[in-house]
């Protein structure tokens, strides 16, 4: 069974912090890894992908992927209240589907 | 780039009826569609993944029989609800997978359909 582990939070962090979410996976083999958006209510909304080991930095958020540990997180810089929401790590599982984990919600306070 | 429409955004319909809901990709040729359902503080669940031409491969406990999908060019696939019961009432998100472009094998999401049945 592949698997996707996030803690649920709530992580909550002051504005202007770095926020720090992780995500670990079960497969080995997995390529692609993708961390998602969602509003409450929303569906969800692509905000990085990353296919190989080290950083990806976009704005304020990077990505980082480290395969040997099967780790992956996405840090956000400079938090604003609008990035609370809940954050999905996704990971390619095979047959072009995406194994997603439960998320982490963050919320950022002024 | 990467935009995917749904219709309905919202439906209410009454119990043994059935309901459609489409998802299309504006500006992108979708490869590969995929539905999701989701209550209320959980996960996405993946119900099936459709290739444009060729049937449907549902998730195990899916019932094909029930959650009609066509996809039928690469810009549109459907979901239709055949005899809906308010069991079913849920939020139905669709997203879109495609190698044109920017699009490089993400999954883009349409911005889902919330279900009613009464």
């Known amino acids: 069974q592949k698997e996707v582990e996030q803690n649920s939070g709530p992580l909550s962090v002051p504005e202007g912090a770095i926020a720090s979410l992780n995500c670990t996976y079960s497969?080995?083999?997995?390529?692609?890894f993708f961390w998602y958006r969602q509003y409450s209510g929303k569906s969800p909304e692509l905000i990085m992908f990353i296919y190989s080991n080290g950083d990806k930095e976009d704005g304020r958020f990077t990505a980082q992927l480290n395969k040997a540990s099967q780790y992956v997180s996405l840090l956000i810089r400079d938090s604003q209240p609008s990035d609370s929401a809940t954050y999905l790590c996704?990971?390619?599982?095979?047959?072009?589907?995406?194994?997603f984990g439960a998320g982490t919600r963050l919320a950022v306070h002024p | 780039g990467a935009v995917v429409s749904q219709h309905p955004s919202r439906v209410i319909c009454k119990s043994g009826t059935s309901v459609k809901i489409e998802c299309r990709s504006l500006d992108f040729q979708a490869t590969t569609m995929f539905w999701y359902r989701q209550f209320p503080k959980k996960s996405l669940m993946l119900m099936a993944t459709?290739?444009?031409?060729?049937?449907?491969?549902?998730e195990q406990g899916v019932e094909k029989d029930k959650f009609l999908i066509n996809h039928a060019s690469l810009t549109l696939s459907t979901l239709t609800v055949t005899s809906a019961h308010p069991e079913d009432s849920s939020f139905y998100i669709c997203?879109?997978?495609?190698?044109?472009?920017?699009?490089?094998?993400?999954?883009?999401f349409g911005p889902g359909t919330r279900l009613t049945v009464t």
């Open positions: 997203s879109a997978r495609g190698t044109s472009g920017r699009v490089n094998y993400e999954q883009y």
């Open positions: 996704a990971v390619s599982g095979g047959y072009n589907k995406l194994i």
């Open positions: 459709s290739n444009e031409g060729s049937k449907a491969t549902y």
């Open positions: 497969d080995r083999g997995s390529q692609s």
